[in-house]
C-alpha cells in the first residue's frame, strides 16, 4: 500500500530523490518516515515529517538530506544530496496513520566511492 521508488545507483557527491506514495485506502496519515538498512546492520531511521510540519532528522544527514510531503498526494520525498558510500542501504518509508502503521517495500540506493 507504499510505494517506494527513486532508488538507483549514485557516484559519492551525488544526489537521489526518492519518492513513496500511499494508495487511496490508507487515510489518517499522522507522520511519515524514512528509514535504512544497510548491508549486515539493523534498520535505522532517517527523517520524519508529521502533517503538522515537524520535522526531525539523524545527526548523520543534517544538511545533506531533506524530507518533504505533499499530503494530498499522500506522498513524501527525501532529497539526498552529497551522498557517500556509507549512505549505500534499502531506504523504507512508513506512514503511521491513526488506524496503524503501514510500510514500504524499500528502494535501494548504492553509492560508489
Known amino acids: 500500500q507504499l510505494q517506494a521508488s527513486g532508488g538507483g545507483l549514485v557516484q559519492a557527491g551525488g544526489s537521489l530523490r526518492l519518492s513513496c506514495r500511499a494508495s487511496?485506502?490508507?487515510?489518517?496519515?499522522?507522520?511519515m518516515r524514512w528509514s535504512r538498512q544497510a548491508p549486515g546492520k539493523e534498520r535505522e531511521w532517517v527523517a520524519d515529517i508529521t502533517t503538522s510540519g515537524n520535522i526531525n532528522y539523524a545527526d548523520f544527514v543534517k544538511g545533506r538530506f531533506t524530507i518533504s510531503t505533499d499530503r494530498a498526494k499522500k506522498t513524501v520525498d527525501l532529497q539526498m544530496n552529497s551522498l557517500e558510500p556509507e549512505d549505500t542501504a534499502v531506504y523504507y518509508c512508513?506512514?503511521?496513520?491513526?488506524?496503524?502503521?503501514?510500510w514500504g517495500q524499500g528502494t535501494l540506493v548504492t553509492v560508489s566511492s
Open positions: 487511496g485506502s490508507i487515510t489518517g496519515i499522522k507522520a
Open positions: 512508513d506512514m503511521t496513520t491513526v488506524y496503524g502503521v503501514y
